[in-house]
C-alpha cells in the first residue's frame, strides 16, 4: 500500500490565510468552483498555531501552497512569512498585497516566497498563480522524496560499500579500487553493481552528480 501511495501524485491544497472574512470566502468560493481543494485561515497568528501544533502534518511528506494577504492584524503577512521560515516551511508562499505594498511584496520575493499578485486582479489571473503554485509544489514534494530516499539508500549501504563508493567519486577505476582496498577486481564490480542499484543509479557519472546535489543542498 505504501509502495502505491509513493506513487501517487499529491493534490495540494491551498490555504487561505486572510483576516478579511468575506475577502478569505470569497476566494474559497472561487478556488473550490475550479476544483481546487481550500483550507480557510481568520489569519496568519491562527495558521503559524495550527503550524506549530502539527495540524498540517509533517512538512517531509504534506504539500501545500498558502495564499497570504500582506496586510493582517494581528500578525501580518510578512511576519506570518517570516514564520513559515523559521519552521523551515518548504511549500510556495503567494503573497496578496495592495498597490502601496508591491515593494515589501517583491522583497518578500527576494527572501524565498514564491510570487506575488497585487489587487484588484481578475479571477482567472488569480487561479492561473495559484495553479503554477500547485505545479511548482508538487515539483518539490517530487524532489523531496526523492532526495530522502536517495538519503535513506545510502545510509543503508554496507561499510564495503561505503569505501567503493568513496573511491568512486574519487574517479578511481576498479583496478584501482582494488588495488587501494586489497581486494579482487570481481568483487569490487559485484559491489559497485550493488551500489548503483541500490542508489538509482546507471553510472559512475550520475551517482557523482546526485552525490553533489546532495551536498549542495545540504
Not at 511549500?91 to 495592495?98: D, E, K, M, R, S
Not at 495559484?130 to 535513506?152: D, G, N, S, Y
Not at 552525490?211 to 545540504?218: P, Y
Request: charged fraction near 25%.
Amino acid at each position: 500500500m505504501a509502495a502505491l501511495e509513493s506513487l501517487t501524485p499529491p493534490n495540494p491544497p491551498v490555504h487561505i490565510v486572510d483576516d478579511d472574512a468575506d475577502f478569505r470566502d470569497g476566494l474559497a468560493w472561487l478556488l473550490d468552483s475550479r476544483g481546487l481543494p481550500t483550507r480557510v485561515w481568520t489569519g496568519g497568528d491562527a495558521f503559524v498555531q495550527a503550524l506549530q501544533r502539527g495540524e498540517l502534518g509533517d512538512l517531509s511528506r504534506a504539500c501545500s501552497v498558502v495564499l497570504l494577504d500582506i496586510r493582517m492584524e494581528p500578525l501580518s503577512g510578512l511576519a506570518t512569512f517570516e514564520q513559515l521560515k523559521a519552521a523551515r516551511w518548504p511549500w510556495p508562499v503567494l503573497f496578496l498585497t495592495g498597490h502601496g505594498d508591491v515593494g515589501m511584496a517583491v522583497a518578500a520575493v527576494k527572501n524565498g516566497a514564491w510570487d506575488f499578485l497585487e489587487k484588484p486582479f481578475q479571477n482567472n489571473q488569480l487561479v492561473d498563480k495559484v495553479e503554477a503554485a500547485r505545479e511548482a509544489a508538487v515539483r518539490l514534494h517530487t524532489e523531496a522524496r526523492e532526495k530522502l530516499r536517495f538519503q535513506q539508500a545510502l545510509a543503508a549501504l554496507s561499510a564495503r560499500e561505503r569505501e567503493v563508493l568513496d573511491e568512486l567519486l574519487q574517479g578511481h577505476y576498479n583496478k584501482n579500487i582494488a588495488d587501494h582496498l586489497g581486494i579482487a577486481q570481481r568483487t569490487v564490480e559485484f559491489h559497485r553493481a550493488n551500489i548503483f542499484e541500490k542508489l538509482g543509479v546507471a553510472s559512475a557519472v550520475e551517482l557523482a552528480h546526485r552525490m553533489g546535489r546532495l551536498i549542495a543542498d545540504d
